[in-house]
């Protein structure tokens, strides 16, 4: 059991700390490492006029790096020749109409189980101060949750969000995924700048892939970490499975 508590600082009002007979590091992520993965959120979007536009516009970004080429160019070579119709299909195939590989992250984490519902509460709080697409989604949708990751204003936050709650989520969806499925390669590029675009461990030197703790995001408090308060609705949310029906 994680055991969350939160001691003031002067330089750093809000800090949690861990306690468990194996401690995590804390993980950090700055704002700059996270534009390439905040880039791919409006491709992860339902396809609509303007995708390629938005195709175009990541292109753009990935050429510039070199570890993403590969698994975007799968994607890319893959989807180019598809009219706005068969992309609109095959979208819904790959994650409307299989749960396995629904894009609601907190699913993933948990399943039906009663923390998703603290898990969506406490992003929504989160999400509440920031135009992120939210208004129409779960707060766990990953557009939703790639776009916040440029708006938190702590480091050490957007490491915890990427290193305890995308990553372990997206290395599920790409789990449930058929080889052949043109989205693979997306999702791929997804996971692959989330873990090697300066996520960094305090603790130790050297990157941190694979952390196993979400007890921050259970517990924290959102409205104590932003420079815009919340105006929104302070959230109770219910868990739910990812809504399987066609668009």
């Known amino acids: 059991m994680i055991q969350i508590t939160r001691e003031k600082h002067a330089s750093d009002p809000v800090r949690y700390n861990e306690s468990r007979a194996a401690a995590m590091p804390d993980v950090v992520l700055s704002k700059n490492a996270a534009r390439l993965p905040a880039a791919f959120a409006d491709i992860l979007e339902y396809p609509d006029k303007r995708w390629t536009e938005n195709i175009n516009a990541l292109t753009t970004s990935v050429l510039k790096d070199a570890d993403v080429v590969g698994p975007f160019s799968e994607f890319y070579l893959k989807t180019r020749d598809m009219s706005l119709l068969q992309?609109?299909?095959?979208?819904?195939?790959?994650?409307?109409?299989?749960?396995?590989c629904a894009l609601e992250i907190g699913y993933h984490l948990f399943g039906e189980d009663y923390k998703r519902g603290a898990f969506l509460a406490n992003l929504r709080e989160t999400e509440n101060p920031f135009d992120l697409g939210q208004e129409e989604q779960l707060p766990d949708y990953l557009p939703v949750l790639l776009r916040l990751?440029?708006?938190?204003?702590?480091?050490?936050?957007?490491?915890?969000?990427?290193?305890?709650c995308l990553i372990p989520g997206i290395e599920k969806i790409i789990a449930a995924f058929k080889e052949e499925n043109p989205y693979l390669g997306l999702v791929?590029?997804?996971?692959?700048?989330?873990?090697?675009?300066?996520?960094?461990?305090?603790?130790?030197?050297?990157?941190?892939?694979?952390?196993?703790?979400?007890?921050?995001?259970?517990?924290?408090?959102?409205g104590s970490l932003w420079s815009a308060k919340s105006s929104g609705v302070s959230g109770k949310f219910a868990a739910r499975t990812p809504n399987c029906s066609a668009r």
């Open 149 to 164: 990751l440029i708006h938190l204003n702590d480091d050490e936050l957007r490491g915890s969000l990427a290193a305890y």
């Open 188 to 222: 791929r590029s997804v996971l692959v700048t989330t873990t090697t675009r300066g996520l960094i461990s305090r603790s130790r030197s050297g990157r941190i892939v694979r952390p196993k703790s979400l007890g921050r995001w259970l517990s924290i408090d959102p």
């Open 87 to 100: 992309l609109q299909e095959l979208y819904a195939q790959t994650f409307d109409l299989n749960p396995s």
